[in-house]
């Protein structure tokens, strides 16, 4: 009946994506269990690293890869387990590490830093698709830095802009946000490692609270729990009032360009919560991503809602900037709520698209249309 009501919704321009839609929908239930035994997982420390170890044999090559996306991506719960509780999960973060190195010896995309009065945001490309960031204080050259997943990248950019590493924020556990925190934390003998202490982050030094502070010269930067994706998961907001230009929010894996992240240690509303969290903040607050999913993610959108011109718009720009491999980010909070799905859950269109809920004709609730969007999405881009 889903797919029936949403073939009807979508219709016109939306004619090929209503297609794509009821492929989705028709799977969905197949997919529910495995869906539910993920939510139920709860967070688990991640080992500490106190030696780098072998690369993997052959005969533990057993996770199949596509196109070298990262590991978080269309897993199951065994997977998960493995990547977040044992040393394998460490061992194939290395080891994505050296084949991302080899592939994209200047980094998968182009970045732009942005630079205000006094303060300059510098995105860089780790991996196969991930962002590291420092946030420099140009008076007092010195740095913090976001998710450091490849050190050697990021020392590279230190080094480049002269500045010394003062801070390490990690938004949450998984090797590819934290990967680099044991190298650069012992390379750079004062260096503090901010994170939650509830996930387990590697040679975490200094634990932060919801709505706690790190000041950095003069970088106010505030953490946010934005529990869901892990149990720890935190963003980090730059209050732009001192240097008078926009706040910044880094946010992990919680919020990407038109996306949301998985939830692998919560519940759909948990996740809905901490989505509201950072929509509570102003729509020029510059969003800067976790990975580059932008026109994966605007393809998703335009099967759930053909019909938004901002989208399209959207989508138009990110295809020019990806044919010359130049990154998206950042986008804005108020961009992200003229087509980003994941915060439009209080939308009609949304509803009609997806068709009744699972109490009949009283819809969806928010929560409800999270947890939907979030499979189809799922499904949508294991195809």
């Given at each position: 009946?889903?797919?029936v009501?949403?073939?009807?919704?979508?219709?016109?321009?939306g004619?090929?994506?209503a297609?794509?839609?009821?492929?989705?929908?028709?799977?969905?239930?197949?997919?529910?269990?495995?869906?539910?035994r993920?939510r139920a997982?709860q967070?688990?420390?991640?080992?500490e690293?106190?030696?780098?170890?072998?690369?993997?044999?052959?005969?533990?090559?057993?996770?199949?890869?596509?196109?070298?996306?990262?590991?978080?991506?269309?897993?199951?719960?065994?997977?998960?387990?493995?990547?977040?509780?044992?040393?394998?999960?460490?061992?194939?973060?290395?080891?994505?590490?050296?084949?991302a190195?080899?592939?994209?010896?200047?980094?998968?995309?182009?970045?732009?830093?942005?630079l205000?009065?006094g303060?300059?945001?510098?995105?860089i490309?780790?991996?196969?698709?991930n962002?590291?960031?420092?946030?420099?204080?140009t008076q007092?050259?010195?740095?913090?830095?976001?998710?450091p997943s490849?050190p050697?990248?990021?020392?590279?950019?230190?080094?480049?802009e002269?500045?010394?590493?003062?801070?390490?924020?990690?938004?949450?556990?998984?090797?590819?946000?934290s990967?680099?925190?044991?190298?650069?934390?012992r390379?750079?003998?004062?260096?503090?490692?901010?994170?939650?202490?509830?996930?387990?982050?590697?040679?975490?030094?200094?634990?932060?609270?919801h709505?706690?502070?790190?000041?950095?010269?003069?970088?106010?930067?505030?953490a946010?729990a934005?529990?869901?994706?892990?149990?720890?998961?935190?963003?980090?907001?730059?209050?732009?009032?001192?240097?008078?230009?926009?706040?910044?929010?880094?946010?992990?894996?919680?919020?990407?360009?038109s996306?949301?992240?998985?939830?692998?240690?919560?519940?759909?509303?948990?996740?809905?919560?901490?989505?509201?969290?950072?929509?509570g903040?102003?729509?020029?607050?510059?969003?800067?991503?976790?990975?580059?999913y932008?026109?994966?993610?605007?393809?998703?959108?335009?099967?759930?809602?053909?019909?938004?011109?901002?989208?399209?718009?959207?989508m138009?720009?990110?295809?020019r900037?990806?044919m010359?491999?130049?990154?998206?980010?950042?986008?804005?909070?108020?961009?992200?709520?003229?087509y980003?799905?994941?915060l439009?859950?209080h939308?009609?269109?949304?509803?009609?698209?997806?068709?009744?809920?699972?109490?009949?004709?009283?819809g969806y609730?928010r929560?409800?249309?999270?947890?939907?969007?979030?499979?189809?999405?799922d499904?949508?881009?294991?195809?």
């Amino acid at each position: 009946m889903a797919a029936v009501v949403a073939a009807t919704a979508l219709k016109g321009r939306g004619a090929r994506n209503a297609r794509v839609l009821r492929g989705i929908l028709s799977g969905a239930t197949a997919n529910k269990a495995s869906q539910n035994r993920t939510r139920a997982l709860q967070s688990h420390s991640s080992p500490e690293c106190k030696e780098e170890p072998e690369p993997l044999s052959p005969e533990l090559e057993y996770i199949p890869r596509k196109r070298g996306k990262n590991p978080m991506k269309a897993v199951g719960l065994a997977w998960y387990s493995l990547y977040t509780r044992t040393w394998l999960g460490y061992l194939f973060y290395r080891q994505q590490l050296r084949r991302a190195r080899n592939r994209y010896p200047k980094g998968h995309s182009r970045t732009q830093p942005r630079l205000f009065n006094g303060v300059k945001v510098l995105p860089i490309p780790v991996l196969s698709d991930n962002y590291s960031y420092l946030i420099i204080d140009t008076q007092a050259r010195l740095a913090v830095a976001v998710d450091p997943s490849d050190p050697q990248a990021v020392q590279a950019s230190i080094e480049k802009e002269g500045v010394n590493l003062v801070a390490i924020l990690c938004t949450h556990k998984h090797w590819d946000h934290s990967g680099g925190n044991r190298d650069l934390s012992r390379r750079h003998q004062d260096c503090r490692v901010y994170g939650s202490p509830q996930d387990g982050i590697p040679y975490l030094t200094h634990p932060l609270c919801h709505q706690d502070v790190v000041s950095v010269g003069r970088l106010q930067i505030q953490a946010l729990a934005t529990p869901g994706h892990t149990q720890g998961h935190l963003v980090y907001l730059l209050d732009g009032e001192p240097y008078k230009g926009p706040s910044c929010l880094f946010s992990g894996d919680l919020l990407f360009l038109s996306g949301c992240g998985r939830t692998f240690e919560g519940t759909a509303e948990t996740m809905l919560s901490s989505l509201d969290t950072v929509l509570g903040l102003g729509d020029d607050t510059l969003l800067w991503p976790g990975h580059e999913y932008a026109e994966e993610n605007l393809g998703f959108a335009g099967v759930v809602e053909p019909e938004n011109l901002a989208r399209e718009r959207k989508m138009q720009w990110v295809q020019r900037q990806r044919m010359e491999r130049r990154s998206t980010c950042p986008s804005t909070l108020g961009e992200e709520r003229s087509y980003n799905p994941f915060l439009r859950t209080h939308c009609l269109v949304l509803q009609e698209a997806l068709g009744p809920g699972p109490t009949g004709d009283n819809g969806y609730s928010r929560a409800q249309l999270l947890e939907k969007l979030r499979q189809l999405k799922d499904l949508h881009k294991s195809k």
